[in-house]
């Protein structure tokens, strides 16, 4: 079903992984449509909750666009497929209707980094590093990079990455807001799985409108985003996973939401 990618499913969690070894996982037009053909089917797939986007081996989350599909590219091409299914997948993964993880394994560069900042939650192993280093191509990122960088993490910061070319350290991404923790190479699987897991238990409704409130929010004032999440709190107010969870609460068990 995907070219560069192989996809495992446990427990409503879908973990889907790319495999270039040859490249560093660098992502060629192929991979491109395998991430959109993914995003789709994360959000249409009932069975599935979550979702946790990986690199295969202990060097390389995804070292970028492939730099030789880059080469022959002309203007057109950034307006067409098969180049626009790279943002056209970060925009369905960032308004899934379920929560999506990026477990980086070692590199995330160029439209590595843009994957995993159009996902929910980014979790790093110690040896990884996240930049966007298209200015020493004579690019800019081409995949959100220049827009959810500098939303995510402050102007300040993304200057200094996508301009000055920047790359942090582990340690470094979770000082700037762009990765929520580090942990070993080893562990780092076993930890996206366990924050899925979680999250797996939650109601599938308020994940999903918290998710819509908070990134919604950012495109518009204040009184805009309060009122999106006034309406949204309003309409969990009406669900069965309302009634489930704070009668769960009161009997002193633990909640069954059924996503309704
Ligand atoms: C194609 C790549 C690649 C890439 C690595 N490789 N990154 N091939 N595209 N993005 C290949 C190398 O050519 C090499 O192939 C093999 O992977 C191993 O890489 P090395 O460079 O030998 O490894 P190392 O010396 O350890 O350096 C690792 C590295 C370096 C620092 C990550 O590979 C690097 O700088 N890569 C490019 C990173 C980058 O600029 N990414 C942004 C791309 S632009 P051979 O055959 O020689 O063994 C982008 C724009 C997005 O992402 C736009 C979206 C629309």
């Given at each position: 079903e995907f070219t560069h990618f192989t996809l495992e499913e446990q427990e409503g969690i879908a973990i889907f992984t790319i495999s270039r070894p040859e490249a560093l996982n660098a992502l060629n037009q192929a991979a491109w449509t395998d991430l959109l053909n993914f995003a789709e089917y994360l959000e249409k797939?009932?069975?599935?909750?979550?979702?946790i986007i990986t690199g295969a081996g202990d060097k390389s989350f995804i070292a970028g666009a492939d730099i030789n599909t880059l080469t022959g590219m002309v203007p057109m091409d950034a307006v067409n497929p098969p180049c626009t299914d790279l943002g056209q997948a970060l925009i369905l993964l960032e308004s899934c209707s379920k929560p999506v993880i990026?477990?980086?394994?070692?590199?995330?560069?160029?439209g590595g980094l843009e994957v995993a900042l159009a996902c929910d939650f980014r979790i790093v192993s110690e040896n990884a590093a996240l930049g966007l280093p298209e200015v020493g191509l004579g690019l800019i990122p081409g995949?959100?990079?220049?827009?959810?960088?500098?939303?995510?993490?402050?102007?300040?910061?993304?200057k200094d990455m996508i301009l000055a070319g920047r790359t942090l350290s582990a340690q470094e991404a979770v000082t700037h807001n762009l990765a929520m923790k580090v942990v070993p190479r080893e562990d780092l699987l076993a930890e996206a799985v366990k924050l899925a897991k979680s999250l797996a238990k939650k109601g599938p409704l308020a994940l999903r409108l918290g998710k819509q409130a908070i990134n919604r929010s950012l495109d518009?004032?204040?009184?805009?985003?309060?009122?999106?999440?006034?309406?949204?709190?309003?309409?969990?107010?009406?669900t069965d996973d309302k009634r489930?969870?704070?009668?769960?609460?009161?009997?002193?068990?633990?909640?069954?939401?059924?996503?309704?």
């Open positions: 797939a009932e069975h599935l909750q979550v979702g990026a477990a980086i394994n070692g590199y995330a560069l160029g995949a959100g990079g220049t827009q959810r960088l500098s939303r995510l993490a402050g102007i300040g910061i993304a518009v004032d204040l009184k805009t985003a309060l009122y999106i999440e006034n309406l949204t709190f309003g309409m969990l107010l009406s489930e969870g704070t009668r769960a609460f009161i009997e002193k068990r633990k909640p069954a939401f059924k996503g309704k």
